[in-house]
Each structure stands twice: as C-alpha cells, then as structure tokens.
C-alpha cells in the first residue's frame, strides 16, 4: 500500500510550498482582529447596565459561534484551493505521470490525497478554534457552549467539500472544478437561508428548497449541526441561532447523508480516476 | 525469465473519439534489447508508451509487460520511466525525489540512501543534491528525471525523449549510460526523434507513422537498402522501371534515383540498362543513414 506515502506528500508539499504558512498568518490576523472585536464587545455589555438574564452568556455565546462560523468558512475555502486541482492539475502539468507509473493504485493516489487534506483541516481547525475558545475564555472570563464535536463537525464539512472537489478534479480542469464546488457550496449556504426564512413564514416549499440543498450538499447542515452543538441553552442559544445556524437544528441523520455523500463522492473519483487516459 | 519478451503488443489499438490514434499495432521487445522507437510528431509514439505503462488504455488488443498485464502492480515495480515532459515535483530537492520515488518502488529502506547518492552522482547532481528542484535548468531537470528512473533498479527502462533538454555532452552521457544499461541485461525502450542517438544504441528499431508500425527490425538490416544515384542516357528511366518497379525509381536533377536491396541488385541494374541500349555514364551510391529511412518513412508511409 503506498496511499500513506501520498499522503504524506500531500501533507509535506503544502507545508513546503507555504501554503500552510499563508492560511496559518492570515488566520493568526484574524484571531488577533477577533479577539480586539471581542475584548471590546465584553467591555461595552458589561457597561451596558440592565437587559434580561443570561444576556451577556447569550453575547458571549455568540461572539465564539459567530467567530467559529467564520473559521468554518476559511477552512471551506482552504478544502477547495488545495483540492480542486489536486488531480486534473498534476495531470495537466505532467508531474504525476512519473508517479502514476509507479507499484501505485490510482485508488491510492486518490485516497492519500484525500486524508492528507484532511489532516492539514484537522490542525487548521483544531488548532484555530481552541486558540479562540481560549481567546473568548481569556476575555471573557467564560466559555459558553465550547464543545469538541462542533469542530469535529466543522471538519466534516470540510472533508465533504474535499471529496467533492476531488470527484471533479478527477475529470475537469480546476478551474471550471472551483466553480463548480463554489456555486454547490454557495447552494448549500442559500438553501440554508431559504430553509431558515420558510421556517419563519411557515412556507413548506422554501423549506423543503432548503432541505433538499442540505441533501445535495450538506456542507451548511453539517454546520448547523455544529452550531447547535455549540450554541448555549435558552436564551443565550437561540440568539447564535439566528444568523450563524438554524434554528431547526438537523437530526442525526443529516450525520448519515452526510456519511454517504462523502463515500459517494470519493467513490465516483476513485472509479473515474481509474478509468482516466493520462 | 523464461519469457523471453519483456514487452509485448498484440493487436494494439487506441481510439479518441474520431481519431484512430494507434492501429493495429503488434510489437515485441525482448529482454535486453536496446529498442528504438521513432516516428513523425504525432504517430502515436507517446501513446503506445502510455499505454506499456498502463496510464493509459487501449481501445482493442493486449499488452504484456514483463510477463504481466501492462498497468498491474507487479508489472509496475520493476519498470522505470522518464516522462517525456520530465516535470517533477519542484518543490522538492533532487535528493527529496529519489527517495519518494525510491520508496515507491519499493526499494529497502537500508538500501534507498546509498542508491540515491550513487544515481546522483551517475547524472553530475551530486553537488545539488540539496537544491530545489526550482532551481534546476531544463537539462539538469531532465538528467534528475534519468535518474529518477533507474532508482528502483528496473528490468526495463522506459525512456521518453530522454536527451531533449540536454547539450552535446549531456546527450553522450545519456548514450553511455543506457549502452551501460544494455550491458546490464536491462531492458531499454528508447523513443526518440534524435535519430543519431538511436543510431548509436539501439539493437533494434521501429519506425511508426499514423499509429501503424511501418518498419522493423534490426538496424543492419533495415539500412542495408541503399540508394544509388545513374546518371545515363535517354531511356534509362524506362529500362530501370521495367528492371524494379516503379516504387524504387525516381528521376532527379536529370539523373535517377533508384533503391536497391544490396550491390548485386546495382550490377543487375546497370546491367539491364546497358542491355536496353542506353549508356550509363556514371553510377554512384548514395549514403542512407536512419534519417533517410526516417525521412521516407514519413513522407511516403512505407519503407
């Protein structure tokens, strides 16, 4: 088996080629900002006298979801800028021809690239969101709703965007791939804000819209899974509801489609892969 | 190794949509062989070499490789290729290479360290060992790509244009080392356009044009043809086409051209020429190298 040395070498050129780094110092940029948002926001609300009980856990609550709602989408955009070109661009610049010829599956030039993906999201996220737990908890003086399974959750949606993108990479050039992973992720994200107002006015066609784009692709639900999972109980969860989840959490079985569309969609490359002419 | 084939094409096609890239094609290299590959751009060369290697599939026929299905993992382990785009990873070292591919060829670990420095230093990278391969000319990119090809100490070696990049006497190292390959017992599947390089190394060749195999064999043989050049009386041209057919005849700046099989044929030749009442002033031969069966070869899609 040779996949673990392709993902090892996934893993080694994006940390070589500072691609690693770039995310790492922009992220750091943006902990830093965050953590200036959220020592000010802490310091106006407790200078704000009155308002109903549990508002500052509700506030805090929301500054930690709402900031991990934004890691969650960097991590989604990093999943697809490594992967999108991950096959049909090595292809097209004649670097995998030398290893394509080598004792290898295609499987497993396809499957190491996949879990070498996925562990540079796992430290991205692992490491990103408990540096703002611990910003939020250093401020803040608590930490409220922080939960180990809404990360994992967020490395979910990550991976799922992975897969995608190497079942196109295995056909289309990265360009017309980005875009289309882009303009799916973009539904997902729409369809979740479609779901979310057809929920509101009680519409069972803008709903179903949403949960259908949620089945298609369940990057969105995977977060709002995450959400929930981090948001606070009574007051404090239901104003982080608002706009960085849903307000109808999925149930567990959106864990299931979810299970099921990432192996749909690493099949699909493994097999199409295969079959490719180099 | 009782099979004495180390690569075999039977029947072989290859068709993209409406182009027949690769036709018919039926082809053997034996163990040892230094053979070489040539045909015009875009005769289908680097497509039968793709598919040897199992990257890509054929439309009909078989292809064995050392045994094996063209493509299977056992095939694979012992065959090494130079890709004719030599690109490799950049951001690697030349050293980083060797080793990654080292290890995929599954080379032994106490083993990998020693074979990498000693192929480096077979290519003249020794001293860049530890550079990026960013930094790399074309040349020194294509010699890293030799060595990289010979690290897992293959049976056979797949060589895709392998001097393109390469000065005069880069080219001459290339040469030695695949006549020292040959030496070895490994098998050589040369593809090249330098037709002076095959020239030199190869034992055998085959000439492909349009996606068919239109000449094979060994060298000797496939350039004992020669050409002679007459010049001679009014009629010669006549007498010479009734004496050989008109494929071999051409008539050239007032004199003719004529392809014979060997001397015995020019005597003859002259011969009937004389016989038809026409003088011949002056017969003489005129060289045929590789090139010329090359240049024929593509011109007219036969030898």
């Known amino acids: 088996m040779s996949a673990h040395l392709i993902a090892f070498f996934t893993l080694r050129e994006a940390l070589r080629r500072r691609v690693v780094l770039a995310a790492a110092l922009l992220t750091f940029g943006y902990l830093v900002l965050y953590g200036v948002g959220v020592w000010f926001g802490y310091r106006d609300l407790q200078n704000t006298p009155g308002g109903p009980p549990g508002l500052t856990e509700g506030v805090v609550n929301l500054m930690l979801v709402g900031g991990l709602w934004s890691l969650n989408f960097i991590a989604s955009v990093l999943a697809v800028f490594l992967s999108v070109g991950a096959l049909s661009g ?44 611990l910003i939020v908890a250093v401020i803040t003086g608590e930490v409220v709703g922080a939960s180990w399974s809404g990360p994992f959750l967020m490395l979910l949606a990550s991976m799922l965007l992975i897969g995608l993108a190497l079942a196109g990479s295995s056909r289309l050039s990265p360009l017309p791939n980005g875009v289309i992973v882009f303009t799916l992720y973009a539904t997902a994200l729409i369809g979740g804000v479609i779901e979310q107002i057809g929920d509101v006015l009680e519409s069972a066609v803008m709903f179903n819209i949403g949960v259908f784009s949620s089945v298609l692709v369940p990057t969105r639900a995977i977060w709002d899974m995450a959400s929930a999972q981090l948001a606070a109980g009574g007051f404090a969860g239901e104003l982080s509801a608002g706009p960085f989840g849903a307000s109808n959490p999925p149930s567990g079985w959106m864990l299931l489609v979810a299970a099921l569309h990432l192996a749909i969609a690493l099949g699909f490359a493994v097999r199409s892969f295969e079959r490719r002419d180099f | 190794m009782s099979d004495p084939i180390a690569i075999g094409l039977a029947g072989v096609s290859k068709r993209y949509a409406s182009t027949l890239a690769v036709d018919d094609v039926t082809l053997s290299v034996a163990h040892g062989e230094i053979f070489g590959f040539l045909g015009p751009n875009g005769a289908g060369k680097s497509t039968i070499v793709k598919m040897i290697l199992g990257l890509t599939y054929p439309t009909a026929g078989q292809i064995e490789v050392l045994g094996q299905p063209a493509g299977s993992l056992k095939a694979r382990v012992d065959v090494g290729y130079l890709p004719e785009t030599f690109r490799f990873h950049d951001w690697l070292t030349a050293s980083e290479l060797l080793h990654f591919h080292a290890r995929l060829a599954r080379v032994d670990a106490d083993l990998r360290a020693d074979r990498v420095r000693e192929l480096l230093e077979l290519v003249g990278l020794k001293d860049r060992a530890d550079d990026r391969l960013s930094t790399f000319s074309k040349g020194m990119m294509q010699r890293v790509g030799l060595a990289q090809s010979l690290v897992g100490a293959p049976r056979l070696v797949i060589l895709d244009e392998p001097t393109s990049a390469l000065d005069p006497i880069g080219r001459r190292d290339v040469r030695d080392r695949i006549r020292e390959l040959g030496e070895q017992g490994v098998t050589v599947f040369l593809n090249s356009h330098l037709l002076s390089e095959v020239e030199q190394v190869c034992d055998r060749v085959a000439i492909i044009d349009h996606g068919a195999i239109v000449a094979e064999g060994k060298l000797d043989e496939l350039l004992s043809a020669q050409e002679i050049e007459i010049r001679a009386g009014e009629g010669a041209e006549a007498a010479a086409r009734q004496a050989l057919g008109d494929a071999e005849v051409r008539a050239l700046n007032g004199r003719l051209r004529v392809r014979v099989a060997n001397d015995e044929e020019t005597a003859i030749l002259v011969q009937r020429i004389v016989e038809a009442g026409v003088s011949v002033y002056d017969v003489r031969q005129v060289g045929d190298s590789l090139e010329d069966l090359f240049v024929r070869v593509a011109e007219r899609g036969d030898v």
């Open chain 1, 90 to 133: 090595e292809l097209d610049q004649g670097t995998l021809h030398a290893v394509a010829a080598r004792p290898v599956r295609r499987s497993e030039i396809v499957l190491g690239k996949f879990v070498g993906f996925t562990l540079m999201l796992a430290v991205f996220i692992g490491v990103s969101a408990s540096l703002m737990i």
